[in-house]
């Protein structure tokens, strides 16, 4: 089956780091995505990750890692406007879907 | 604004009602979406439309009725939903279905059944 796992909840303090964790499970992958909603929003496209390692843009960045089903996003100097849920996503080669995990919820502390 | 347009934005409908979710893009996209958002769930696929025409339709009771008039719009048809149907329904485009670099989403309809 095809599934993906990341908390539920995330707690940091303005201007800390934070990283939240995805694995996944598919039976064929074609890349990970993040997304970010927040309250009553649409949630927005964030990063993608095709291949392994890092990537950057401006204070958030995505890893991937294929041979551990793994990736996470990483968010520097938290902004209380970061406050929102994040879902990460794989799409998968088979049928070209795309699967999302239930959502990170992260809570920013001032 | 995201590109994608849904309204209503907020939607109370009774068990024995008829009513229709629009989506509107007009980004060039050729590939639009119907996703079912419920609280502690994934984001559910519900259909793929791409290029007017549908290629998905995942296991979605007959209740809800999907129409692609042409590249820019989409609806939802809904009657005789239950109380477990309410939830927020999102539309989505994409440039196309492999699209890797995201899909646009809308703000959704928040839908309650009674």
């Known amino acids: 089956g095809q599934s993906l796992e990341q908390p539920s909840e995330v707690t940091a303090v303005e201007g800390a780091i934070v990283q939240i964790n995805c694995t996944y499970q598919?039976?064929?992958?074609?890349?990970l995505s993040w997304y970010q909603q927040h309250d009553g929003g649409a949630p927005t496209f964030l990063s993608y990750?095709?291949?392994?390692g890092l990537e950057e843009t401006g204070r958030f960045s995505s890893f991937l890692s294929r041979s551990d089903s793994y990736g996470y996003l990483l968010l520097q100097e938290l902004q209380m406007k970061d406050s929102a849920s994040y879902f990460c996503?794989?799409?998968?080669?088979?049928?070209?879907?795309?699967?999302f995990g239930k959502g990170t919820r992260l809570h920013i502390l001032p | 604004e995201t590109g994608v347009t849904q309204t209503p934005r907020h939607l109370v409908m009774g068990m024995t009602n008829k009513k229709s979710l629009k989506c509107e893009q007009h980004l060039g996209h050729n590939a639009m979406y119907w996703y079912k958002q419920s609280a502690k769930k994934p984001l559910e696929l519900m259909f793929v439309?791409?290029?007017?025409?549908?290629?998905e339709n995942n296991s979605v009771p007959s209740r809800f009725s999907p129409e692609c008039p042409n590249s820019s719009h989409l609806f939802l048809h809904l009657h005789t939903l239950q109380p477990e149907d309410s939830a927020l329904y999102l539309c989505?485009?994409?440039?196309?279905?492999?699209?890797?670099?995201?899909?646009?989403f809308g703000s959704g309809t928040r839908l309650t059944v009674v």
């Open positions: 989505a485009s994409s440039q196309d279905r492999a699209d890797n670099y995201g899909y646009t």
């Open positions: 598919t039976s064929g992958f074609y890349g």
């Open positions: 990750n095709g291949l392994d």
């Open positions: 996503a794989v799409r998968d080669r088979r049928d070209d879907k795309i699967i």
């Open positions: 439309y791409s290029l007017e025409e549908r290629v």
